[in-house]
């Protein structure tokens, strides 16, 4: 495969992270263009390529932590949301055929279309809408849609210390947060926004308060919190082998997230283990296996009621889910679906999130589900089959302030933006493709022989529409780069398009 040329754009074309809140908040409320308060932090953070778009590099890159690219909100106008008419059905079916109907497609009943107006729900164009078909990473959006039912929006993930059984130990106790910063944690960040060192620097205090712990200190590790395997076993070894998907852990750096080429490392707790017994030491507590980087940390489980030394929060759920979708990042997933299913009284066995992700979609969100089939929250592995009217459903609902836990989510950068954030970045970089740039926001998919998108773009006259296009029968190599370039066509069609009747 080869890697798509970067995109060039004019000044113009760019939107406000701030600004692009008004696509999905505004669609409450046609009417209002206005700018969103709260600056989009997912775009201000470290943002990981995607591992269900895989579309390769020729070099490697150094690790993880050093490429992982960092995206910059830039100022311009709102792209407008207005109450424009609804767009004619016919019209639009006409203006999107001939995208449609491209060889790079592959098989012609494989290829499955359902574009909504996302205010009303009204159908503008279908094709194979019901039709089961393969997903990719637009899985997440249904996982997402689940995940803000059993997770508020405003929840942290706390990582804390506690003094262990023995008094020479101490104990880092997981709690959900695989976004830890090495040093000290950036408050406005969401990778990160926690740190390491500021573990370490409360927890030599709080051990110095007495005079300092006699001899050395042990650091254990709890992990019970929300366990359960580090890859699904639905998974083939070869996405975590080549870095398309990192572990699923509940205590993680946020250095660690994989990278295609750059795995994640065989156990990222003990990376924090790590991490932590050098920052201890450097802050004059005598740590066992401090500078050692073959140690390992002993998993226990911490006593009840031990006294807490040290803690250190999270971004937001709603801010971390938001990351885990633009940078389409399938551990990530994986752990917040998880964590959601057992704050909801589930439990944390695959089968059992991932009946319960069908649970929330069908009776919170009132969606039709008979046949689809989940098999894991992230959807990367084989036997998800989903149709894309569903998925379009979910976006309604995340546009129309029906669902404003899930359209805080997609509002907040769950969505990238056409040609800037996440893993849109790279796409949308032909100038057949520039009405969508900036206008769009979408949710990719790609497996061999998949190529899905879903997501929002404003129209010409204003009016905010929701796709969900998915082409699974393709013949594998660069075939996939170039379906994903006409699925972009069609997006871009739509925002060229006023699609009235004429």
């Known amino acids: 495969m080869h890697p798509r040329p970067a995109p060039r754009r004019a000044p113009r074309y760019a939107l406000a992270a701030t600004a692009v809140v008004a696509l999905l908040v505004g669609a409450a409320t046609p009417s209002v263009a206005g700018t969103s308060e709260t600056a989009d932090e997912a775009t201000s953070t470290t943002g990981a390529p995607a591992a269900d778009d895989a579309s390769g590099t020729s070099d490697a890159p150094a690790g993880p932590a050093e490429v992982r690219p960092q995206v910059a909100a830039v100022a311009s106008p709102v792209a407008a949301v207005s109450a424009a008419p609804v767009p004619d059905r016919a019209t639009v079916s006409v203006r999107i055929g001939d995208e449609l109907d491209s060889t790079w497609l592959g098989g012609t009943n494989r290829r499955a279309v ?29 996982s997402a849609a689940a995940i803000v039912t059993g997770l508020d929006g405003e929840h942290t993930f706390t990582t804390r210390v506690v003094a262990g059984a023995e008094p020479d130990e101490v104990v880092v106790v997981a709690g959900g947060d695989m976004l830890l910063a090495d040093g000290a944690g950036n408050p406005e960040a969401v990778a990160g926004h926690a740190g390491i060192g500021d573990l370490a620097a409360q927890t030599a ?3 110095q308060e007495d005079g300092g712990p006699e ?3 042990r650091v254990r590790l709890d992990l019970s919190y929300v366990a359960g395997p580090h890859a699904m076993p639905t998974w083939s070894e070869h996405w975590i082998r080549e870095g398309w998907s990192g572990r699923i852990v509940q205590l993680g750096r946020s250095g660690d997230r994989a990278l295609p080429f750059n795995p994640s490392p065989a156990s990222p707790e003990q990376e924090v283990a790590r991490v932590f017994r050098e920052a201890l030491a450097k802050e004059g507590i005598e740590v066992v296996g401090a500078g ?10 911490a006593v009840e009621g031990a006294t807490e030394l040290a803690s250190v929060e999270s971004a937001a759920a709603r801010d971390v889910l ?13 752990q917040l679906a998880r964590q959601a299913a057992v704050a909801d009284g589930g439990s944390a066995e695959q089968e059992a999130v991932t009946a319960w992700i069908r649970q929330a979609v069908s009776e919170d969100y009132g969606l039709e589900l008979d046949g689809v089939r989940i098999a894991d929250a992230s959807g990367l ?6 149709p894309v009217g569903v998925v379009a459903d979910v976006l309604v609902a995340g546009a129309d302030g029906s669902h404003p836990a899930l359209q805080d989510v997609l509002a907040a950068g769950g969505l990238p933006i056409a040609g800037y954030t996440g893993t849109l970045a790279t796409r949308f970089h032909l100038d057949r493709h520039e009405p969508a740039v900036g206008t769009a926001r979408a949710k990719t998919g790609t497996l061999p022989g998949v190529s899905s998108l879903a997501g929002t773009v404003v129209s010409r006259d204003g009016r905010l529409l929701v796709y969900a296009l998915t082409a699974d029968d393709l013949d594998e190599g660069t075939a996939a780069i170039e379906a994903a370039s006409v699925l972009d066509e069609v997006v871009a069609e739509l925002a060229r398009c006023g699609c009235q009747a004429e």
Not at 322 to 334: F, G, P
Not at 381 to 386: E, F, L
């Open 292 to 301: 050692d980087e073959d140690a390992q940390a002993q998993e226990v489980e």
């Open 215 to 217: 001899g050395t200190v």
């Open 114 to 142: 359902a574009i909504r107006d996302a205010l009303t729900g009204e159908s503008l164009a279908d094709r194979n809408a019901d039709r089961l078909v393969t997903p990719a990473s637009t899985t997440k959006l249904l």
């Open 205 to 207: 205090a709080a051990l």
């Open 322 to 334: 938001a990351l885990a979708l633009a940078t389409s990042d399938n551990a990530m997933v994986e």
């Open 381 to 386: 592995s084989d036997g998800t089959q989903i």
